[in-house]
């Protein structure tokens, strides 16, 4: 005799089945989504570590570099090389030569202050502004020695960067008869001479 199926029962069981595996389901679901969440933010923050490390890192070598330079950056302040330009510095050392070795002709006038062309500029020395003034230089004077020695002079003695563009001598006087220069001859020699002096400021925005 056999004993009667009941539907029921079979169907409650596939329905508490079917709940359970979506259950199931969900929880893997959820767990690989939480999985994959909590990988991406454990990348983020190793990302944002290493980023914050690397900026610590900058820092402090900034730092060494400035205590390194720190010397050499009062050193170029104070010879107006950084920062504002000093005429009033080559115009007494001029006047200082002059009088030291008795030069009585001496004339010089300093261009106006221009601002040289970035684009000309090494892209590392983007944040700086480089200014020139152009000194012009006329002086009678006795043999070259005189204007190799004023030249050491404003080198070594005036505030600033300078470099000697240009420098041109004429004879003024010499023996007709021979064309040397007279032994007793004063102020042989006249001297024009075009320097560059240059300054260095932080540019704007840098």
């Given at each position: 005799?056999?004993?009667?199926?009941?539907?029921?029962a079979?169907?409650n069981?596939?329905i508490f089945?079917?709940?359970?595996?979506?259950?199931?389901?969900a929880?893997?679901?959820?767990?690989g989504?939480?999985?994959?969440?909590?990988?991406?933010e454990?990348?983020?923050?190793?990302?944002?570590?290493?980023s914050?490390s690397?900026?610590?890192?900058?820092a402090?070598?900034?730092?060494?570099?400035?205590?390194?330079?720190?010397?050499?950056?009062?050193?170029?302040?104070?010879?107006?090389?950084?920062g504002?330009?000093?005429r009033?510095?080559?115009?007494?050392?001029?006047?200082?030569f002059?009088?030291?070795?008795?030069?009585?002709?001496?004339?010089?006038?300093?261009?106006?202050?221009?601002?040289?062309?970035?684009r000309?500029?090494?892209?590392?020395?983007?944040?700086?502004?480089?200014y020139?003034?152009?000194?012009?230089?006329?002086?009678?004077?006795l043999?070259?020695?005189d204007?190799?020695?004023?030249m050491?002079?404003l080198?070594?003695?005036?505030?600033?960067?300078v470099?000697?563009?240009?420098?041109?001598?004429?004879?003024?006087?010499?023996?007709i008869?021979g064309?040397?220069?007279?032994?007793?001859?004063?102020?042989s020699?006249?001297?024009?001479?075009e320097?560059?002096?240059?300054?260095?400021?932080?540019?704007?925005?840098?």
């Amino acid at each position: 005799m056999y004993k009667s199926f009941n539907f029921l029962a079979v169907k409650n069981s596939m329905i508490f089945f079917v709940i359970v595996l979506v259950s199931m389901t969900a929880v893997v679901v959820l767990s690989g989504i939480y999985q994959s969440n909590a990988i991406s933010e454990n990348s983020l923050m190793i990302r944002k570590m290493r980023s914050w490390s690397a900026k610590i890192d900058d820092a402090n070598r900034d730092n060494q570099i400035l205590v390194l330079h720190e010397n050499t950056f009062k050193v170029l302040v104070e010879n107006s090389v950084i920062g504002d330009e000093n005429r009033l510095s080559w115009v007494e050392v001029v006047q200082k030569f002059a009088d030291t070795r008795k030069i009585p002709s001496v004339k010089y006038s300093v261009a106006s202050q221009v601002m040289l062309d970035k684009r000309a500029l090494d892209k590392q020395y983007k944040g700086i502004d480089v200014y020139k003034s152009v000194m012009s230089l006329d002086m009678k004077i006795l043999h070259e020695g005189d204007l190799f020695g004023i030249m050491e002079s404003l080198r070594n003695e005036a505030k600033g960067l300078v470099a000697i563009d240009k420098c041109d001598l004429e004879l003024i006087n010499k023996d007709i008869a021979g064309g040397y220069i007279l032994a007793d001859a004063e102020h042989s020699l006249t001297a024009h001479c075009e320097l560059s002096w240059y300054t260095l400021k932080r540019a704007d925005g840098a």
